[in-house]
């Protein structure tokens, strides 16, 4: 099963989403990365690669901006944000049915669908990101598990 998360830059959110379930070592499940508006080949931010670190995760990453070969290999496309989404299915319609938002997909209720930008803040708010985001890819491994 092949797993793409998208963010904005693919600096912080979702390098560190797919650090976390990388470092799961779940059986069959191939992460990747991008960006709706990334650059390619920039490092992860500061905050990023020391709140990864500050929990045991090694991750090398170099942003991806987003493209429809990354789109057509996956097989499910995890946003951070209902914008990021909407991006996505107004460029590749045909996308609409393998792209959620992380939490509209691991938790069928909620009306806030945007995990928290971390993007200029603190190390705190990227501890806080981080903590989301793992929470999250748990609830979403367990949630894949019933499906395949």
């Known amino acids: 099963m092949n797993i793409l998360f998208v963010c904005t830059g693919n600096t912080c959110r979702s390098p560190m989403a797919e650090a976390i379930l990388r470092s799961m070592n779940v059986e069959n499940i191939d992460v990747r990365s991008a960006g709706v508006f990334a650059a390619n080949g920039s490092d992860a931010s500061t ?15 170099q942003s991806k901006l987003l493209t ?4 057509d290999w996956a097989d499910y496309i995890f946003t951070m944000t209902n ?4 991006s996505i299915v107004s460029q590749i319609p045909q996308a609409v049915e393998k792209t959620f938002t992380l939490k509209e997909f691991v938790k069928e209720d909620g009306y806030d669908l945007d995990v928290l930008d971390p993007f200029g803040g ?24 019933k499906i395949s």
Do not use: F, G, P, W
């Open 47 to 61: 905050h990023a690669k020391k709140v990864l670190e500050m929990n045991d995760i090694n991750h090398r990453h």
């Open 68 to 71: 429809k070969e990354a789109l």
């Open 83 to 86: 914008s990021h989404k909407q």
């Open 122 to 145: 603190t190390l705190e708010i990227y501890q806080a990101t981080y903590k989301e985001l793992s929470d999250l890819i748990q609830q979403l491994v367990i949630k894949l598990e």
